[in-house]
């Protein structure tokens, strides 16, 4: 299996709302990934975590909250978003959080905020 | 810093021609290189990577090979297929940081 999914595939919130982004994987990796990428531009890092600790937080804004409860599974919280956080969500995983290190994707989040 | 630089899109072709999207870059040490693509509306898939210099990574048709003296990995194909349109993605693995780094992408369209 060298799959990486993510649910949903889409989702519109309201800047009130508090939703999450869930993101799978059963490749035993041990590093994960969030970035965003807007349109027509190339993903942006978020987050990575290794064997289930946050190691590194790219100054991302307190109303994105990511969590790693197990090593198969990585969450990224939503709440009180701005319209400009609309983008597409991709979570990725690799062996190890090394250079050498392949990153596998998922087909991402598509998220709306109204 | 770390950086990717690629070559401006969109790449607009005929079914069967030959494919170049240029790559450089710009690194302090030795990164592994990658290139991805995106069709529309997906994530992000490998393509091929190269991980020391002189590799020649390659799948599905595509070829790069990780060039040190002249800081490139130029992506490769022979003959394209209308179902090769898609976004392309050079990227690069900082070895200080583990991050990856990617070029702005390359949009390619390709026509029956």
């Known amino acids: 299996d060298t799959e990486v999914t993510q649910t949903p595939k889409h989702l519109v919130m309201g800047m009130t709302n508090k939703k999450s982004l869930k993101c799978e994987q059963h490749?035993?990796?041990?590093?994960m990934y969030w970035y965003k990428q807007k349109a027509k531009k190339p993903p942006e890092l978020m987050f990575v975590?290794?064997?289930?600790?946050?190691?590194i937080n790219e100054s991302v804004p307190s109303r994105f909250s990511p969590e790693c409860p197990n090593s198969s599974l990585l969450n990224l919280h939503l709440h009180a978003l701005q319209p400009e956080d609309s983008a597409l969500y991709l979570c990725?995983?690799?062996?190890?959080?090394?250079?050498?290190?392949?990153?596998?994707f998922g087909p991402g989040t598509r998220l709306t905020v109204l | 810093g770390d950086s990717v630089t690629q070559m401006e899109g969109p790449v607009t072709l005929s079914e069967e021609a030959f494919l170049t999207i240029n790559c450089t870059y710009t690194a302090t040490g030795y990164p592994s290189l990658f290139w991805y693509v995106q069709y529309p509306g997906e994530g992000l898939q490998l393509l091929l990577k190269?991980?020391?210099?002189?590799d020649k990574g390659s799948n599905k048709g595509f070829e790069a090979t990780y060039r040190k003296e002249t800081t490139s990995f130029h992506l490769e194909k022979g003959s394209v297929q209308v179902s090769d349109s898609a976004v392309y993605f050079c990227a690069l693995s900082d070895q200080g940081t583990d991050k990856l780094i990617f070029g702005t992408g390359t949009r390619l369209q390709v026509f029956p």
């Open positions: 975590y290794s064997y289930e600790k946050l190691s």
């Open positions: 990725a995983s690799s062996p190890e959080r090394g250079a050498t290190d392949t990153q596998y």
């Open positions: 190269a991980t020391k210099a002189d």
């Open positions: 490749m035993g990796h041990r590093a």
